[in-house]
């Protein structure tokens, strides 16, 4: 008798504790979502920052300047081959290729590179490298795999890098190479 | 057979009223009512005529607004740095009367696509595209690239302000009659179909 009325206590306790937990949650619960709707971020130190400076706060205080954001630049389009920083680099293009379609349909830059139609053009020929499979085997005509130029040649604009470059060309290398080894020709 | 008989009949009937001399009516109302109705028709048709030659007629339908139109809008001749711009009807439709004319009649197969939706997809319209781009291309061939020049005359052309390819290209070609426009200047409103065979673009130019 006397280990039924304890097991029974102990269940009622365990109930009323777990009644209490839940509406504790749901007391909680309630006021926080309502303050969070009537008064947002004001109260806490990123919202007095974006109010202050006028800029998100997680940048820091010496974080992001407004900046203007700079002219679109100028296409080069003067029609003068650039010189190749290495043998292997695809030269880029210079004219302007606006509006140039190059899909599955038509190929606009294949209509004056085209080996049939250079001489009306003038237009560099595509490179006999071009005509070959990746196997090696050389087709009749550019290789699908050469077919979207733009994968590696491409226009320039006059936007002047954000970091300088400090690639040397190999014939300066051997140049410098050969000139700091006493070889006096230079 | 007796639907055929009475539709003579009926024909018969009309032409008996239409050829006889009016009873009633003066021929001073005629002439005059007959000017007057002249003019109200007229008028009609010339303003439903010129309501179809606008833009928002073309683009009334999602065929034209979600193909062709949408093609255009990326190109030069819908957004430029003078905000001059080309409408259909400018490039689409012959200015001069007859061609106008004949050019709407050739529009009635246009109607028929709409109604058995021909190309009421972009998968049906890219399947036709080069057909319809075929029908564009020979018009303008034809008429000499006449809805080009209506904007861009050969004498007010100044070479000296183009890229060098540009103005050697119109010197050779343009000025001497070897060309026009639309030789070179295919897709320059619209996306190209499949190129396979067109001269200048895959083949050797057509020998002129």
Same mark, same amino acid.
């Given at each position: 008798?006397?280990?039924?009325?304890?097991?029974?206590?102990?269940?009622?306790?365990?109930?009323?504790?777990?009644?209490?937990?839940?509406?504790?949650?749901?007391?909680?619960?309630?006021?926080?979502?309502?303050?969070?709707?009537?008064?947002?971020?004001?109260?806490?130190?990123?919202?007095?920052?974006?109010?202050?400076?006028?800029?998100?706060?997680?940048?820091?205080? $010496?974080?992001?300047?407004?900046?203007? !954001? *700079?002219?679109?630049?100028?296409?080069?389009?003067? =029609? #003068?081959?650039? +010189?190749?920083?290495?043998?292997?680099?695809?030269?880029?293009?210079?004219?302007?290729?606006?509006?140039?379609?190059?899909?599955?349909?038509?190929?606009?830059?294949?209509?004056?590179?085209?080996? $049939?139609?250079?001489?009306?053009?003038? !237009? *560099?020929?595509?490179?006999?490298?071009?005509?070959? =499979? #990746?196997?090696? +085997?050389?087709?009749?005509?550019?290789?699908?795999?050469?077919?979207?130029?733009?994968?590696?040649?491409?226009?320039?604009?006059?936007?002047?890098?954000?970091?300088?470059?400090?690639?040397?060309?190999?014939?300066?290398?051997?140049?410098?190479?050969?000139?700091?080894?006493?070889?006096?020709?230079? | 057979?007796?639907?055929?008989?009475?539709?003579?009949?009926?024909?018969?009937?009309?032409?008996?009223?239409?050829?006889?001399?009016?009873?009633?009516?003066?021929?001073?109302?005629?002439?005059?009512?007959?000017?007057?109705?002249?003019?109200?028709?007229?008028?009609?048709?010339?303003?439903?005529?010129?309501?179809?030659?606008?833009?928002?007629?073309?683009?009334?339908?999602?065929?034209?607004?979600?193909?062709?139109?949408?093609?255009?809008?990326?190109?030069?001749?819908?957004?430029?740095?003078?905000?001059?711009?080309?409408?259909?009807?400018?490039?689409?439709?012959?200015?001069?009367?007859?061609?106008?004319?004949?050019?709407?009649?050739?529009?009635?197969?246009?109607?028929?696509?709409?109604?058995?939706?021909?190309?009421?997809?972009?998968?049906?319209?890219?399947?036709?595209?080069?057909?319809?781009?075929?029908?564009?291309?020979?018009?303008?061939?034809?008429?000499?690239?006449?809805?080009?020049?209506?904007?861009?005359?050969?004498?007010?052309?100044?070479?000296?302000?183009?890229?060098?390819?540009?103005?050697?290209?119109?010197?050779?070609?343009?000025?001497?009659?070897?060309?026009?426009?639309?030789?070179?200047?295919?897709?320059?409103?619209?996306?190209?179909?499949?190129?396979?065979?067109?001269?200048?673009?895959?083949?050797?130019?057509?020998?002129?």
């Amino acid at each position: 008798m006397k280990q039924i009325l304890r097991t029974t206590i102990v269940r009622a306790a365990l109930l009323s504790a777990a009644l209490l937990v839940t509406t504790l949650t749901a007391l909680t619960a309630i006021p926080q979502s309502q303050a969070g709707s009537t008064a947002p971020v004001a109260e806490t130190a990123s919202g007095r920052d974006v109010a202050a400076s006028g800029r998100p706060a997680f940048t820091g205080a $010496e974080g992001l300047t407004v900046q203007e !954001a *700079p002219p679109i630049p100028k296409d080069v389009t003067d =029609d #003068r081959r650039r +010189q190749r920083n290495y043998p292997e680099q695809p030269p880029v293009i210079p004219h302007s290729v606006a509006g140039y379609q190059l899909d599955l349909n038509a190929n606009k830059c294949l209509t004056c590179h085209s080996r $049939e139609f250079t001489g009306d053009s003038q !237009a *560099p020929m595509v490179s006999v490298t071009h005509f070959q =499979d #990746r196997d090696g +085997q050389v087709l009749g005509a550019v290789s699908p795999r050469r077919y979207f130029c733009m994968q590696c040649h491409v226009p320039q604009t006059e936007a002047q890098p954000r970091v300088q470059n400090t690639f040397k060309d190999m014939d300066s290398v051997i140049r410098q190479g050969s000139g700091t080894s006493g070889g006096g020709n230079n | 057979m007796g639907l055929f008989r009475c539709a003579i009949g009926l024909a018969k009937a009309a032409w008996a009223a239409f050829n006889r001399p009016a009873a009633h009516l003066g021929i001073g109302f005629l002439t005059i009512g007959g000017f007057i109705a002249g003019v109200i028709w007229w008028g009609g048709f010339n303003t439903v005529l010129e309501a179809t030659n606008k833009e928002a007629f073309c683009i009334g339908c999602h065929e034209m607004r979600d193909n062709p139109y949408a093609d255009l809008q990326k190109t030069i001749h819908y957004s430029n740095r003078s905000g001059v711009r080309a409408t259909c009807p400018d490039c689409h439709v012959p200015h001069n009367w007859t061609d106008k004319i004949a050019r709407k009649m050739q529009a009635s197969k246009e109607v028929w696509g709409k109604i058995f939706g021909t190309v009421d997809t972009p998968e049906k319209f890219e399947a036709k595209r080069k057909e319809l781009a075929g029908h564009e291309w020979a018009r303008l061939k034809a008429n000499n690239s006449l809805e080009c020049r209506n904007c861009h005359s050969a004498e007010s052309m100044d070479i000296t302000r183009q890229g060098a390819r540009g103005a050697a290209a119109h010197q050779e070609f343009l000025f001497t009659g070897k060309a026009t426009c639309i030789d070179c200047h295919k897709g320059i409103a619209h996306k190209l179909p499949d190129m396979t065979g067109v001269p200048i673009w895959t083949t050797p130019a057509a020998a002129h």
